[in-house]
């Protein structure tokens, strides 16, 4: 440490250097002012000295920048403010004008670098249009840019690549995690909880020309298809129980012996690639729950069971094209689920899915106000409930706000069973 910067970083000084360097740089030249309050004994003398006052008693100081200047420069120094802020900040100390124009440079260097990459006219447009700080992915993407210029480059690259590669090009099919895996090795590379996966897809709207936000897996899986990637149709899967098809369906044997066993169906997405004719069942009893699916059928004492269909959980994308497929076929669609916020809002997506095909079941507030209380609502909770709206029954979340508990199907499960009788 030199004399200069050991005379700068004295504890008298410390708070004042900060604000100056702010008020420097955002200014672009030597101007303004700033202000220090409740000084102690040791910035007023420090400051008093450097600046030639009598601060002894004084709780605030007001620094003019220029004044600061001229005072260091009739120091023993002999250098100005610029100086004195290189010597504790380094030498390469720049104003926000000068770090916009760096800033601006980089930029246009990290595109440059990747000019050649894309092939496709839609997969440079998309670069064109991140490079001009618009378009689909750009905020995913500045996001990576400004944590790690590096990593943004690498996945910023695979993602046109990607886009250059798609099988639809070529009119092929391929699993996505086979392209992901000939793309980088890495299968769950493109999963939709990767940082790349997430570019990849904003790239994908971009190329297919889709400007609407795309959230729900369903529709993700939709465009994936369009693009000639198909996900995984196993994992996605809705467990059935008493659903009748037609003696003419391919495959009505399965669904004979399941009803006739009291054997539950575990349907993946991929049991949807093919059409099936189902009989018209008027009433179908949907639910989240495993556990209270299984009570009924342990109640049926083996004997066919009315038609159920559990969700586990949020719908999958495989639910709701079983449920899809049954309100076609005339199904009504009898729902059940816990009251709290993520059972009310599970009930909302299928009433503005199926309109007049949903009815409540053991979800409005009768069912809930004769219900065993449950564990307290949480603040985030409450939160949640007050800006719900749920048409089947509107007051229902102000009833649960009211009592402050949530209530859970299993309370429930003795009259659901009941009901059946």
Known sequence: MNKLEEYLAQPGLKRLWPKVKTKYQSLDRIGGKVKLRQLSSLEQEALGGLLAKNLLGQEECTVELAALDQ???????????????????????????????????????????????????????WLTALKNKQGRGYRAFITLYHQDQNQARNILHTSLHALDRLPCWQRKRTRLPVFAAELTGDPHALDSNTALGRLFFQGLLFVRGINKDVTSAEKQREILSEAGLEGDDISSAVIVAGLRTLPSDPRAGIFSASLSSCTPLVLPLRFFDQLTSWTSMPTIYVMENPTVFSAILDANDNSPPPPLVCTSGQPSVAALRLLDELAAAGGTLYYSGDFDPEGLQIGLRLHERYSSSFYPWFFDRQAYTTAPAGTPLTLDQRQTLSNLITPWDKMLPAAILKRGTVVYQESLVEEMIASFS
């Open 71 to 125: 005072a260091l420069k009739r120091s023993r120094f002999g250098a100005g403010l610029v100086e004195a802020l290189e010597c504790l900040y380094g030498p390469t100390l720049l104003t926000k004008k000068e770090q916009a124009q760096l800033a601006e440079k980089e930029w246009l260097a990290f595109f440059a670098a990747l000019e050649q990459t894309p092939q496709k006219p839609q997969t440079k447009s």
